[in-house]
């Protein structure tokens, strides 16, 4: 098993979304490359992290509250204002979270550029450097997501094609069943990825 190939494969194991037999590759993959070995418990610590963070109540102390309130400015519409904050501290702090996370997220959005595949199928698609290719003849069953890479798709996808900061190329022989989704913009890209945390939450 090539390293990239390991690497995309990793993000579905964490997730318990890697059928049995790719399990199986990727764990005889990660016993014989250390760099890959070194990878995943990265992906594994910072998984754990965000976990425990969208698991945590977001706790604003009173002092904390009194010294922004008395660091602004005593307009009425300010007033108006800090008693609305003061009425509803957990939103606020929510939305500070929020805030944060949405920062932190942009951040990673611009600054990760390695190539990730996510899909049920990947022993049926080529990966060359940054290019994900589905092959003519090769069938993918379920859906096909590519981030920061170049899509080529030649064979036939039974779902969803979505390319995250890359071009996708559909040939004349190419059969896409499901829905063609480009998203090129750090909004667009975290707006995917909140909707997508949402959904499988509900489906789990």
């Known amino acids: 098993m090539e390293c990239k190939l390991a690497v ?11 059928p049995g037999q790719q399990q199986r590759d990727l764990k ?19 998984d754990m992290l965000l976990f425990s963070l969208m698991h945590q109540s977001p706790v604003v102390s009173d002092d904390l ?6 660091a602004l400015p005593p307009s009425k519409k300010e007033r108006r204002f800090i008693a609305w904050i003061k009425k509803h501290p957990a939103l606020t702090a929510a939305s500070v979270f929020l805030l944060v996370m949405l920062m932190s997220s942009v951040t990673l959005w611009k600054q990760d550029g390695q190539l990730v595949v996510k899909g049920t199928d990947l022993d049926q698609v080529v990966i060359k450097g ?14 096909l997501t590519v981030e920061n890479g170049k899509t080529q ?4 996808v039974n779902g969803n094609v979505t390319v995250i900061d890359g071009s996708l190329y559909q040939a004349s022989t190419a059969h ?28 789990r």
């Open 130 to 143: 940054d290019t994900v290719i589905v092959p003519s003849g090769k069938r993918v069953s379920g859906d």
């Open 153 to 156: 798709v030649y064979g036939e």
């Open 65 to 70: 509250v009194g010294r922004v309130m008395g």
């Open 28 to 46: 005889e993959h990660l016993l014989s490359c250390p760099d890959c070995r070194a990878k995943f418990k990265e992906l594994e610590q910072t």
């Open 176 to 203: 896409i069943s499901g829905q063609v989704k480009s998203i090129d913009q750090a909004l667009s890209w975290f707006w995917y990825k909140v909707t997508n945390m949402f959904s499988d939450v509900a489906y």
């Open 8 to 18: 995309s494969m990793m993000h579905d194991y964490l997730d318990d979304d890697l």
